[in-house]
Structure formats: structure tokens, C-alpha cells
């Protein structure tokens, strides 16, 4: 399995400012994604971080709000930009493609974005 | 949009019990996994079942897939206090790593001590 960093694991935000959420898996990974979760509800893809290009978004998802970069295979980040309270969800990032498990991903534990 | 509709939404059950969780997908697969969430955080993978496959155990688990229905069930036997959490399922279309998941709307199970 991958071991995946995420920081921060929480925060608390003013409207009108944005927050840099980061990834770092402890091996080479080919796919990197990045989720929204509102609460009590599921999972809703936001965009894959391709390495070396710009991120593919999901419908609804525009890389204005959601800049991505993802300059090597072990680390990405999620800007939430401009937040409004609507924006207050938890954020995932998982990886996919490891060595040993080519079709499961694995999950960072999340940062619980409140905004106020 | 989510493909799979897992029910029931929640569950609550006695310590030793069984749960039963379903989920139900719209379009063709190449497998299907289940998802545990404890508290708000992270997703840990339970188990893989493949297209051609119709069941599979791991420890207290039990996954059953339907292709002609579209659907499959978990099954948590001899259920724990830790085993309270939220599971989702989730779909693979292709089998390419990498491969996006389209996941269900949860079931959360609360297993009483």
C-alpha cells in the first residue's frame, strides 16, 4: 500500500481567501486525484493531477477555483481559491497505479476545510 | 454524478450481528470495491471483486456481485464496535491503473456494544 501525507488535516478560513492543500505519497504513483465530500454525503471526483500537465476536471469543476499542480510522481497540491462557505467540505487526495495494487486507491486522511 | 445508489442509507445493528449493505450501478464495470470510512476521514479499501467474479471473502467479509442485475452487497459477519463507520462502494469501468472511481452514496452502520 501507499502511505499519503496530507496537510493540512484541518482548517478554519475567512471568505474571499484560499487555501493550498497538500499531497505527498511515500512512492512513485502514476495517477493522483483530488475529491470534494460535503457533509454526510459521498465522494465527487474534482479533477485528476496529471504530472507535468495541466489537471483534468470534472464536470462542475473549473481550474480557476480548484488550481492543481502536480510537478513530480510523489506530491500535488489543491488550491481552494476565493472560498466561499459553500466551500466548506472535506478534501481528499488519493493515488492510484502502485507498484503492488495497480487498481485500488489509496487515501489521504483528508483536510476538513470550514469557511466562515 | 455518483453511478452507484447504496442502501440502506444507515444501519444500526447489535454487537455479533450481520450487516448487509447493498449497491446498485448504472452502467458496465470492470470491478467493483468497497470503501470504509471511519469518522470523517480517509477511505481504506476492503476489498476488489472483478467483473467475472460473483464472490469473494476476506476475514469477516463477504462481497457478492450481479453483473445482470447491476448490483452487489457486503457482508460484515460477527459485527464489532469498530466496525461502525460509513462504506461505499465503487465502480471501475476499465482496468487500466488509474482507472477512475464512481462511488456510491454510502451506507453508514453503527454497530452497538
Known amino acids: 500500500s501507499a502511505v499519503i501525507s496530507q496537510k493540512p488535516s484541518r482548517d478554519i478560513c475567512q471568505r474571499g481567501t484560499s487555501l493550498t492543500i497538500q499531497c505527498q505519497v511515500d512512492s512513485q504513483v502514476t495517477m493522483m486525484f483530488w475529491y470534494r465530500q460535503q457533509p454526510g454525503q459521498s465522494l465527487t471526483l474534482i479533477a485528476t493531477a496529471n504530472q507535468g500537465s495541466e489537471a483534468t476536471y470534472e464536470s462542475g469543476f473549473v481550474i480557476d477555483k480548484f488550481p492543481i499542480s502536480r510537478p513530480n510522481l510523489t506530491f500535488s497540491t489543491l488550491t481552494v481559491s476565493n472560498m466561499s462557505p459553500e466551500d466548506s467540505s472535506i478534501y481528499l487526495c488519493?493515488?492510484?497505479?502502485?507498484?503492488?495494487?495497480?487498481?485500488?486507491?489509496?487515501f489521504g486522511a483528508g483536510t476538513r476545510l470550514s469557511v466562515l | 454524478s455518483q453511478q452507484g445508489e447504496e442502501d440502506p442509507q444507515a444501519l444500526s445493528i447489535q454487537e455479533g450481528e450481520n450487516a448487509t449493505m447493498n449497491c446498485s450501478y448504472k452502467?458496465?464495470?470492470?470491478?467493483l470495491q468497497w470503501y470504509r470510512q471511519n469518522s470523517g476521514r480517509g477511505l481504506v479499501h476492503l476489498i476488489l471483486?472483478?467483473?467475472?467474479?460473483r464472490e469473494k471473502h476476506s476475514g469477516r467479509l463477504r462481497v457478492t456481485l450481479d453483473t445482470s442485475k447491476k448490483s452487489s452487497s457486503l457482508l460484515i459477519t460477527a459485527s464489532r464496535a469498530a466496525d461502525t463507520a460509513s462504506y461505499f462502494c465503487a465502480t471501475a469501468a476499465g482496468y487500466n491503473a488509474g482507472n477512475m472511481l464512481t462511488f456510491g452514496g454510502g451506507t453508514r452502520l453503527m454497530v452497538k456494544p
Open positions: 452502467t458496465s464495470i470492470n470491478n
Open positions: 471483486i472483478r467483473s467475472n467474479e
Open positions: 488519493s493515488v492510484a497505479g502502485t507498484a503492488v495494487a495497480k487498481n485500488i486507491q489509496y
